[in-house]
T-cell receptor
Framework: DAKTTQPPSMDCAEGRAANLPCNHS???????VYWYRQIHSQGPQYIIH???NNETNEMASLIITEDRKSSTLILPHATLRDTAVYYC????????????????FGQGTILTVHP | NAGVTQTPKFRILKIGQSMTLQCTQD?????MYWYRQDPGMGLKLIYY???????DKGEVPNGYNVSRSTTEDFPLRLELAAPSQTSVYFC?????????????FGPGTRLTVT
């Protein structure tokens, strides 16, 4: 699975959009970009994933560059409850071969939302 | 629909003791995983299972054993606890991960070995 690079920490004011970048310059054509977050002491929570196109759900938007070498997770109106560690993970979509669906977690980005 | 449940929430073990961490999911997911998370670090995969009766090692399997006799349950066994196994353990499950399916995580078990 491709390696990802994220800034170690970011701040955001409550009510503003939080834009979290992720670099995955060695991504392969069959690898998806996933975002998870982990609120203090809890299990990781799935946020969103995408392959090529931009994606949006009730939690966030995912913008993937045309060359797929980087992406941005957007929380449109951050709240204090969005303070968490955000993980960008690149993973093969198919369960075949050696991927078996495992997620490789890096250090992530600590997002702090302040009043 | 409870999702993924784990017991116990907390446990303190003495060196050399053994215990089983329980994990149950009610979503009829075939794939299940055990991860550990050391302080300030990301999660590392211990073992995984692609269905009842099938298990395999992940990145850090030493000191652990698993079994998968049913679709719902995926217990993790520590036979001879060591201080290096002090960690938070998370169980997760997913549908067969083709085309990008998410994993659902349990709340974790916090284990201290002294």
């Amino acid at each position: 699975d491709a390696k990802t690079t994220q800034p170690p920490s970011m701040d955001c004011a409550e009510g503003r959009a939080a834009n979290l970048p992720c670099n995955h310059s060695t991504i392969s054509g069959n690898e998806y970009v996933y975002w998870y977050r982990q609120i203090h002491s809890q299990g990781p929570q799935y946020i969103i994933h995408g392959l090529k196109n931009n994606e949006t759900n009730e939690m966030a938007s995912l913008i993937i560059t045309e060359d797929r070498k980087s992406s941005t997770l957007i929380l449109p109106h951050a709240t204090l409850r969005d303070t968490a560690v955000y993980y960008c993970i690149v993973r093969v979509g198919d369960a075949g071969g050696t991927s078996y669906g495992k997620l490789t977690f890096g250090q992530g980005t600590i997002l702090t939302v302040h009043p | 629909n409870a999702g993924v449940t784990q017991t116990p929430k907390f446990r303190i073990l003495k060196i050399g003791q053994s215990m089983t961490l329980q994990c149950t999911q009610d979503m009829n997911h075939n794939y299940m995983y055990w991860y550990r998370q050391d302080p300030g670090m990301g999660l590392k995969l211990i073992y995984y299972s692609v269905g009842a009766g099938i298990t395999d090692k992940g990145e850090v399997p030493n000191g652990y054993n698993v079994s998968r006799s049913t679709t719902e349950d995926f217990p993790l066994r520590l036979e001879l606890a060591a201080p290096s196994q002090t960690s938070v353990y998370f169980c997760a499950s997913s549908i067969a991960p083709r085309g990008g399916h998410e994993q659902y995580f349990g709340p974790g078990t916090r284990l201290t070995v002294t």
